[in-house]
């Protein structure tokens, strides 16, 4: 009859177990869980990189991992990276939620972070018989089971718990621990886990070599790591790779843009005030657009601007004829129209333009035989320079460039 009795209260104190457990399974938003530990943030910290953590698992992890970020692998310094995260710790402490004795008449909420010190107190509390002990109290778990079923739902429950507490016993252990000739087992070979059938705990404790098994989890960590690593070099790579490709794009498209204005050219000379103290400080300063074409298989030119060197009130606003892979089958010497303007920002009726005509006879005509033709051919007294104020936005001069083959 004793023995009944026995059976009913640990199947009451099972029943009580689950309760708790499943009451403790509160939905969980992702902005207030912790990466490390999986759980409510306790004193969460914001790193420089973004991310939030617990203070305790971050600065754990920091010492241990390389001081790099666990999220995206960013270096982080614990003096200087870290800082409290008062918001987030006031949305958490905004949170209810009920106490696990909900159902055996406790009727108080709580913030999360509160549960645990309210927990150990609460007069609703039912007392469990200590027939099983946690398979890791060894490392710190204080949780007491009644029976073989809720201990497997204590394991299931608080697999982060027991991570944390492994991870905290991980450091002293190798340091008191490991000898010289442990070291080098570790670096030739890897521990295996136990059968997954074979039971490495009994109820009075741990396996003998849990110890062992503690190695083979934390060699595990260490591979996951280095392979969460390697997928974040790779991941930069081919955002490197992406980036390549997308300069490699903006460039094609600018050369499209130069090879098919079809003579027209229009030139926003950003930065001007600085090319302007650099032109004004050196006398021998000059600008030049990028090459643009007559056409797609025509002639190549560029437009130069500097100080006058005939007057130094004046800005100078002049063409040179460039090298392309067209000139073979090109007439020379160059013969048509250039039209320069100067765009008025406000008003096209203040634009100033001049028009002219190529002639022959000067060398700025003829066929270059190095990149650019060292003669130019243009204004070199265009537009006063105390005038420019008027035809600069947001420090950009537009400059309008049009050539026309006869």
Not at 44 to 64: A, E, Y
Not at 121 to 144: D, L, M, W, Y
Request: hydrophobic share 35%; with cysteine; glycine share 2%.
């Amino acid at each position: 009859m004793a023995s009944s009795n026995t059976s009913n209260e640990h199947n009451k104190v099972a029943e009580e177990n689950n309760i708790l457990a499943n009451n403790e399974k509160s939905d969980l938003e992702s902005r207030f869980e912790c990466p490390i530990c999986l759980t409510w943030l306790r004193d969460p910290v914001l790193t420089s990189c973004g991310h939030k953590f617990c203070s305790q698992c971050i600065n754990m992890w920091l010492r241990k991992e390389g001081a790099c970020c666990p999220v995206d692998s960013r270096p982080l310094q614990p003096e200087s990276d870290l800082f409290p995260d008062l918001f987030t710790r006031r949305e958490i402490s905004q949170q209810r939620a009920n106490c696990p004795y909900q159902q055996f008449g406790c009727t108080i909420e709580l913030s999360p972070i509160d549960i645990d010190s309210h927990v150990n107190n609460c007069e609703f509390k039912r007392t469990i018989s200590p027939h099983v002990q946690c398979p890791f109290k060894a490392v710190g778990c204080s949780e007491v089971i009644a029976t073989e079923n809720a201990l497997k739902l204590h394991l299931e429950n608080s697999t982060s718990t027991h991570l944390i507490l492994l991870a905290n016993t991980i450091p002293t252990f190798t340091c008191e621990q490991q000898t010289e000739s442990s070291a080098r087992a570790v670096e030739s070979k890897w521990w295996d886990p136990p059968p997954k059938k074979s039971s490495v705990f009994t109820p009075d404790g741990p396996h003998p070599d849990w110890q062992e098994l503690v190695k083979t989890l934390y060699e595990r960590i260490v591979v996951l790591e280095q392979l969460n690593r390697e997928l974040t070099i790779s991941i930069a790579n081919q955002q490197n790779q992406l980036s390549t490709f997308h300069t490699s794009t903006r460039y094609n498209d600018e050369e499209m843009i130069l090879r098919y204005c079809n003579g027209l050219y229009i030139w926003k000379c950003s930065s001007f005030r600085d090319k302007l103290t650099a032109m004004t400080n050196d006398s021998l300063k000059m600008f030049y657009s990028p090459g643009f074409y007559t056409s797609p298989n025509g002639y190549r030119l560029c437009a130069r601007i500097n100080i006058s060197s005939k007057d130094f009130r004046y800005l100078s606003l002049l063409i040179h004829v460039m090298h392309s892979e067209n000139d073979d089958a090109l007439d020379w010497p160059f013969n048509g129209s250039i039209s320069f303007v100067l765009v008025h920002p406000a008003n096209s009726e203040n634009n100033i333009r001049e028009t002219t005509v190529s002639k022959p006879e000067l060398e700025a005509f003829r066929k270059p035989t190095c990149e650019l033709n060292k003669r130019s051919f243009g204004y070199t007294e265009f537009v006063m320079i105390k005038d420019l104020v008027e035809f600069t936005k947001d420090d950009t001069l537009i400059l309008r460039i049009e050539v026309k083959p006869a």
